[in-house]
Every structure is written in C-alpha cells, then in structure tokens.
C-alpha cells in the first residue's frame, strides 16, 4: 500500500531523514521506534506531503505521490494525526469532526453521510459525543488526543499515520490510546505509528523500523527487533 523508496529530508543543512526506504502493507500496522530527533516525524511529514523530499520516491496504491500536494493525499485516503494532538481549540468538538470530513470530501460529500460519520465517531467516543458542543481547547490532554484521531477517521482514511499519540498521555490514557490503535488495525485500517515509546509500539505492531539520526538501523517483525540487544543500542546511539 505504501512503498518509500530512498527518501532523504532536510531543513537548510540538517538532514533529519537520509535514504530511508520502507514497504507498508495493506492492513498492516507498522512502527517506526527512535529517539528524539531521530527523524520520525519528519517520515510521517514526507508521507503526508507537509514537508517536501529532497530525493527518493513515495508510492501509494501503486501512485507516485512525492510531489502531489498535501491536500490531494489526503483526498486519495492519507490521514495524518500530528504531533501534540492539534484541534481547533476555538472550534466546538462537533465543528472539528466536521471540518475532518470536509479535509478530503470537500464540498462533495452528502451533509446526511458526513452526519452518519459524525454518528459513528461519538459511538466510538462516547466522551466526544458528550462534549460535542464544547470548545475543543478546553477538552482535557487525553480528550484532545481522542478528538484529533477522530477528526482524522472523518476522512475515511485507508492509511493512518500517526504521530507519538500517547505523548503527554497519563498511563491509563496511554493504554487505551494503544487499545484503539490495535482496534483500528483489527478493523482493516493501515497504520504507521512513530512512537518514542517503542516496547509499546512494538507489542501491537506486525512490523517495526528502528530510526537513529535519520538512519533506519534494523527492520523486522517485533519479535525480532526486542530480540538481543538491537534495540537498546540503536537508543545509547541516539542518546546525545
Ligand atoms: P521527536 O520525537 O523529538 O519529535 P523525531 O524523531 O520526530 O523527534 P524530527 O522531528 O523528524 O524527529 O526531527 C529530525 C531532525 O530534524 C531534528 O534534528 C530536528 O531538529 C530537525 N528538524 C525538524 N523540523 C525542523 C524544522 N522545521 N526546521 C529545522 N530543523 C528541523
């Protein structure tokens, strides 16, 4: 579903992401583990077109997307859940959801689907559907990281990137921003998560991709990569 091929990513003369190439397939829920810094999140930038590539090849359904516009991936089923879960704080909940739909559906989309879809997430939510009329900015840390993800799912997405969505999250919270993850995932949906937290990650995931500095250093099934020592070096790497 998703090939990155060769990708390298820079700011002036940092280059936070050097020749990076990785497969995704359909349905599968993929990590990419790293420190700070590593680059993870220019990755998920690079895929969803918030940042230019400076070279390499992007390829979704069989579509080179690398210089499509961020906007038309979203409209061909890309969703980006940013870091620090980012909402419309003056807007209500309900305006969020709406405004997730209208990201790819533009006005094409019937108001009585997008009122389905907003339906369907307050059953998924509860809490949201509770809030819906409350401005999002006052929505507590955990609630807002939901509402984000939610706001995503409006647009119907068949690839989800996510972005450290347990960051900033209390334990019980991170647990069960894991549990919907592995929901998503068991529904068909196809997910790249970055995540600092990578036993976590990597304990949900089919397939995991160690960054340090902008490098991947091992790829392979969980299993693999937790095995022996791998992991941890590819961290006192990163360290600095
Ligand atoms: P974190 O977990 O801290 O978010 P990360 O693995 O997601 O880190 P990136 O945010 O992709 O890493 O950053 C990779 C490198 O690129 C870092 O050295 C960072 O300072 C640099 N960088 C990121 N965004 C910019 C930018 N807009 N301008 C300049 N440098 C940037």
């Given at each position: 579903?998703?090939?990155?091929?060769?990708?390298?990513?820079?700011?002036?003369?940092?280059?936070?992401?050097?020749?990076?190439?990785?497969?995704?397939?359909?349905?599968?829920?993929g990590?990419?583990?790293?420190?700070n810094?590593?680059?993870?999140?220019?990755?998920?930038?690079?895929?969803?077109?918030?940042?230019?590539?400076?070279?390499?090849?992007?390829?979704f359904?069989?579509?080179?997307?690398?210089?499509?516009?961020?906007?038309?991936?979203?409209?061909?089923?890309?969703?980006h859940v940013l870091?620090?879960?980012?909402v419309?704080?003056?807007?209500?909940v309900?305006?969020?959801?709406?405004?997730?739909?209208?990201?790819?559906?533009?006005?094409?989309?019937?108001r009585?689907?997008?009122?389905?879809?907003?339906?369907?997430q307050y059953?998924?939510?509860?809490?949201?559907?509770?809030r819906?009329?409350?401005?999002?900015?006052t929505?507590?840390?955990?609630?807002?990281?939901?509402?984000?993800?939610s706001v995503?799912?409006?647009?119907?997405?068949?690839?989800l990137?996510?972005?450290?969505?347990?960051?900033?999250?209390?334990p019980?919270?991170?647990?069960?921003?894991?549990?919907?993850i592995?929901a998503l995932?068991?529904?068909?949906l196809?997910?790249l998560?970055?995540?600092?937290?990578?036993?976590?990650?990597?304990?949900?995931?089919?397939?995991?991709?160690?960054?340090?500095?902008?490098?991947?250093?091992?790829a392979?099934?969980?299993s693999?990569?937790t095995?022996?020592?791998?992991l941890d070096?590819?961290?006192?790497?990163?360290?600095?």
């Amino acid at each position: 579903m998703l090939t990155v091929e060769n990708i390298s990513v820079g700011y002036g003369p940092v280059r936070a992401v050097r020749e990076l190439s990785l497969e995704l397939k359909p349905g599968q829920l993929g990590t990419v583990v790293g420190a700070n810094g590593a680059g993870k999140s220019s990755l998920l930038k690079a895929v969803s077109g918030l940042v230019p590539v400076r070279s390499g090849t992007i390829t979704f359904d069989g579509e080179r997307i690398e210089a499509t516009p961020a906007h038309r991936r979203t409209e061909l089923g890309i969703a980006h859940v940013l870091e620090g879960h980012r909402v419309f704080g003056d807007q209500s909940v309900e305006a969020n959801l709406v405004l997730g739909a209208l990201r790819r559906y533009r006005s094409r989309r019937a108001r009585a689907e997008v009122r389905a879809d907003v339906s369907a997430q307050y059953e998924r939510f509860p809490i949201l559907g509770e809030r819906r009329a409350q401005l999002a900015a006052t929505l507590s840390g955990g609630e807002q990281q939901m509402l984000a993800t939610s706001v995503a799912l409006m647009s119907r997405p068949r690839l989800l990137l996510l972005d450290e969505p347990s960051l900033g999250l209390a334990p019980k919270l991170v647990e069960e921003t894991f549990r919907l993850i592995t929901a998503l995932r068991e529904e068909g949906l196809t997910v790249l998560l970055v995540e600092q937290r990578a036993s976590l990650a990597l304990r949900i995931a089919d397939y995991g991709w160690v960054l340090r500095r902008g490098e991947l250093v091992a790829a392979g099934p969980p299993s693999e990569l937790t095995e022996g020592a791998q992991l941890d070096q590819a961290y006192l790497g990163a360290a600095t």
